[in-house]
């Protein structure tokens, strides 16, 4: 008996290990994706509880004004960073 195809096998093993190469490379790029859209949303929110604190706690009054200007300026830098991250 005479078998026509042995060549597949071989391409088989080379294609898979190409395969496999690329699959690492896709885990790594999804992983530090998920870390920059998970740190973009949850830093901001941390930095700014961080800030008021501070602030209050070095004897200042944080009155209604002060607290939406620095949100403010908050979410304009957040919204700069996803204009950064998208290019």
């Known amino acids: 008996m005479l078998k026509l195809y042995a060549w597949t ?3 088989y093993k080379k294609i898979e290990e ?7 490379v896709f885990w790594k790029r999804l992983n530090v994706g998920m870390i920059s859209v998970t740190s973009l949303y949850f830093f901001p929110q941390v930095l700014s509880a961080v800030v008021f604190s ?6 200042n009054h ?21 204009i950064y991250l998208n290019l």
């Open 18 to 24: 190409k395969r496999n190469v690329e699959m690492k």
């Open 62 to 82: 944080l009155d209604l004004g002060m607290a939406y200007t620095v949100m403010t300026c908050f979410n304009l830098l957040k919204v700069i960073l996803l």
């Open 54 to 59: 501070v602030y209050i706690g070095m004897g």
């Open 9 to 11: 096998e071989i391409f």
